[in-house]
Every structure is written in structure tokens, then in C-alpha cells.
């Protein structure tokens, strides 16, 4: 264990020289000031690297990390102090950020990390992959997963059962990339006129171990988008639609997983590719709207619930498009501000409902004005997209009169907006 601790150091980086550190660092002490001592200087040394880390200055983290872990190597006769997880986590942020790390380096130090804390092993072996990956080692990523699938140690085992999971779930993910690219492969020959079954053996091979280490992930209560998306694109594929409807509806709807907008967006583009029926729709949109109202399907909630032929539906398309426009990230959406304008002006021209924009309007007339239709917005929005300031402008008009209708307009100069002509001569709220 000593050696070990001491190779961990020695493999940060060659040789760096130590700074100066304070004195106690050094003194000679008895064994209870020793202790004292020991437990001060771990801390100010930690504070250091702390410090370094957060300055980004890692030569200055590794030096005091080396120095770190020489401590505890000659201390370890006296007490253990179980730093592994404190060395495993510091190390590795400044070897994936050194300038002078090497993949070579990165993958000595964690090998001994491996050793050093087995109720840590498997995060470790995720960590590893993960930076495999992220240095596009693929195949060496995989054969680490794949290597973590197989381990075992007594209890430990059972007490990391979630990160096995989690260690299958990414291995099944890189099983899945696989079968995309046979798949793909698959594809071009067929379009050629060709067939390769060896190509199509290893496709359906990857299916399987794919779908075997996907499925189990997504029972445990969590979010887990990508793999949700990747098993269900598995599923299509091979024309399981029944089963990755009960896989979406299950990560849409169980109360036991948390509150996720995606999960309701995959749920809704899987019903509409399928041609599920417009209430199935419409239903799947609402629950969105009640979680993310300013989220950019709500222009298609919106132009669906427009036409409908219920007044119930049609109220509620109104309250859609205006709760999107409360957002900042909607200011300036074409799409947003023209399904507003052409249903305020159809409410308008029939002289029926008049109650709903007046209902939408009267929280919303304290801030929009400032928020919407200020006139430095108006000339920036005539300068970038002469089609939003058009829009905006008959918003502006119907809910604020003549007045802010000219403000809005005014970067028109001589040019006449359409429909100008029928712009109210004051508000109607």
C-alpha cells in the first residue's frame, strides 16, 4: 500500500520542484505533537492545492499534491488516514488538465487508483473510460468497461450494484455507436445493390449486447436521455414500436423519476412519427407546457390548438403563445410573434372572445411595453428582420391603440406596413 501511494505521486509528473512551504511543515516534533502537526500540515497543504486547482495553476496543484502524498507515505507507521479518494479526485484534475500530462501518465495513475480504494473501483473505471473517450480512444474505453463489467470483490460487488449498472449502461452505449455504423454500412450496400452478411451478423450482435446493457439503466429512477433515445432507436429499428411506447410513457409519466421536459419531448416526437391522434398530441404537449412553457414546441401546441374547432382548446392556444412570449429567449421568434398576431387579429375581426386578450393582457401590461415594445427594440428588430417588427407591430397595435402601433412602426419610416391600414385607433384594453 505504501509503495503504492508513493508510485501514485511519482507518476503526476517527472521531478517538479516543491516551493517553499512553511516551516511546520518541517519542524521535528514528539509522536502527540507529531499527530497534530501531521493533521495541520494535510490541511494547509490541501487549502494549497485547493487554491492552485482554482487558479488553474496545475504545475503549482502537482507539486503540492507529490508533496502530499510523500507526507502520508512516511506517515502511514503511525495512523492511517485513508486518503485514497482525495488523492484519486485531486490527481485526476490536474493530470486531465496539466499541459505536460499524457494519456500514458493519466492511465498509470489511474490503474493505482484502481488498487488503492476498492469501494471506489468502479467509479474509478467510469472516470477512465470517460477520459478514454474524451481523447477518442474508443476501443480502449470499451475494453475498460468491459473489463469493470467482469469484476468482482465479495460484498463490494453487491454495494456498487448501481455502478455496474451504470458500467454496463455505457458499455451497451458504445455497443450502440457500433451498431449505428453497421447499420449504416448496412444501408449504403442496399442502396448499391449489395449485401454483406457479415456486415449484417455483427449489426444484430451489437444489437443485442446493446439492448441487454441499455434496458436495465432506464428501470432505475434518474434521468437518462441518451440511453433512453438509444434503446429506443434500437427498438424502431427492428419494429418494436410497442415496447418503445411503454419505455417512453414509463420515462414521461412515472412519478418515481424526476421532472424532465425531454422525456415529454421524445414521448411527443415518437406519437407524431407514428401518427398518433391529434388529442394523444395534444395531451403529451400540455403536460410540456405545464413544465417548460417557453419551450419552442409551443408554437406547433399553439398552431394545433388554433385549429380546433373547440372554444376551450382555442382559449387555451391563446394562453400558450403568450406565456411563450413571457420568456426572453422568445423575444425575437418570428414564428411565436406571427402565431400571436393572426390570432389576435381573427379574435379582433369576429368581435368574439375579446375577453380572452383582455384576460392574457391586464397581468402582462405593466411589463410588456418595456419588455416587447420599446422603441430601441423596434428600430434594432426593423434593422435584423423586417417580418418580426411587421408582426410585433399589429400585436402592439391591438393591445396598446394607435400610439405605440406608430412606435412600433416608426423605423418604417415612409414604408407601409401590411395591414396598416386597419390598425386601431386606440387600445382596445
Not at 499541459?99 to 493519466?106: A, K, Q, Y
Not at 460484498?155 to 455497443?175: H, N, S
Not at 426572453?328 to 406571427?338: C, D, I, L, T, Y
Amino acid at each position: 500500500m505504501d509503495g503504492l501511494v508513493a508510485d501514485a505521486g511519482s507518476t503526476l509528473l517527472p521531478s517538479l520542484h516543491l516551493p517553499c512551504l512553511p516551516q511546520h511543515f518541517y519542524r521535528a516534533a514528539s509522536s502527540h505533537e507529531h499527530k497534530l502537526s501531521f493533521k495541520k500540515s494535510k490541511e494547509v497543504c490541501l487549502s494549497y492545492v485547493q487554491d492552485a486547482i482554482l487558479q488553474k495553476q496545475w504545475r503549482r496543484a502537482a507539486e503540492f499534491l507529490t508533496f502530499y502524498i510523500e507526507s502520508l507515505e512516511k506517515d502511514y507507521s503511525i495512523e492511517y488516514m485513508g486518503p485514497s479518494e482525495i488523492i484519486w479526485r485531486i490527481g485526476t484534475e490536474i493530470l486531465c488538465n496539466h499541459s505536460h500530462s499524457s494519456i500514458g501518465e493519466f492511465n498509470s495513475f489511474i490503474e493505482q487508483m484502481k488498487t488503492l480504494g476498492v469501494k471506489r473501483y468502479l467509479k474509478v473505471c467510469l472516470e477512465h473510460a470517460f477520459h478514454l473517450l474524451c481523447n477518442g480512444l474508443i476501443d480502449e474505453a470499451y475494453q475498460n468497461l468491459s473489463l469493470a463489467e467482469s469484476w468482482r470483490f465479495g460484498e463490494q460487488t453487491t454495494a456498487q450494484d448501481k455502478e455496474m449498472k451504470l458500467v454496463q449502461a455505457y458499455r451497451g452505449l458504445l455497443d450502440y455507436y457500433s451498431w449505428s455504423k453497421q447499420k449504416n454500412i448496412l444501408l449504403e450496400y442496399e442502396q448499391d445493390g449489395l449485401e454483406d452478411s457479415s456486415v449484417e451478423r455483427e449489426m444484430h450482435s451489437c444489437f443485442r449486447k446493446a439492448a441487454m446493457g441499455l434496458k436495465e439503466i432506464i428501470k432505475i429512477p434518474g434521468v437518462w436521455d441518451l440511453f433512453v433515445k438509444s434503446y429506443v432507436d434500437l427498438l424502431e429499428f427492428y419494429g418494436d414500436h410497442q415496447e418503445a411506447r411503454e419505455v417512453l410513457s414509463e420515462y414521461a409519466y412515472n412519478s418515481k423519476f424526476p421532472a424532465n421536459p425531454n422525456a415529454h419531448v421524445y414521448f411527443y416526437q415518437f406519437l407524431k412519427r407514428h401518427g398518433a391522434s391529434k388529442k394523444s398530441l395534444v395531451s403529451a404537449l400540455k403536460i410540456l407546457h405545464d413544465i417548460v412553457p417557453s419551450h419552442e414546441l409551443m408554437i406547433d401546441f399553439n398552431i394545433m390548438l388554433q385549429k380546433s374547432k373547440k372554444r376551450k382548446k382555442r382559449r387555451l392556444g391563446l394562453e400558450v403563445i403568450f406565456a411563450a412570449l413571457d420568456y426572453a429567449g422568445s423575444k425575437e421568434n418570428v414564428k411565436a410573434w406571427s402565431c400571436l398576431a393572426r390570432q389576435v387579429k381573427q379574435i379582433v375581426i369576429s368581435e368574439k372572445h375579446l375577453d380572452w386578450i383582455k384576460e392574457e393582457w391586464n397581468s402582462r401590461k405593466d411589463w410588456w411595453p418595456a419588455f416587447h415594445f420599446s422603441r430601441y427594440l423596434a428600430k434594432r428588430n426593423w434593422q435584423e428582420n423586417e417580418s418580426l417588427t411587421y408582426e410585433k407591430a399589429l400585436v402592439a397595435g391591438v393591445l396598446l391603440g394607435k400610439g405605440m402601433f406608430s412606435i412600433c412602426c416608426a423605423p418604417l419610416r415612409c414604408r407601409k406596413p401590411p395591414n396598416a391600414s386597419k390598425k386601431p385607433s386606440r387600445a382596445l384594453f
